[in-house]
């Protein structure tokens, strides 16, 4: 279950986004492993506990991801301005 992004994910390690994109593939592997791990382990409600801290992460990722994008984008203008 992959969400796409506008724009997408950068791989390249020298874009202004490349970190921020990183930390969301990593929250995205974690919220992974955590359904995973509810599939195959009889403690639900730890698995439970472990998907609900996954996707916090994963949302604060996202919202991180979207700052940077505004940050870059006033930067841009300020600098055609």
Do not use: C
């Not at 986004?17 to 930390?23: F, G, S």
């Not at 991180?64 to 984008?73: F, T």
Request: charged share 30%; aromatic share 4%.
């Amino acid at each position: 279950m992959t969400k796409s992004y506008d724009p997408p994910l950068t791989t390249n390690p020298h874009a202004p986004l490349y970190r921020v994109d990183k930390t969301i593939k990593a929250a995205q592997q974690r919220l992974d492993a955590a359904i995973d791990a509810k599939r195959h382990h009889t403690s639900q409600n730890l698995a439970y506990e472990v998907i609900k801290e996954a996707r916090e992460g994963l949302k604060k990722s996202e919202q991180m991801r979207v700052l940077k994008i505004k940050e870059l984008a006033q930067k841009a203008a300020e600098s055609d301005g």
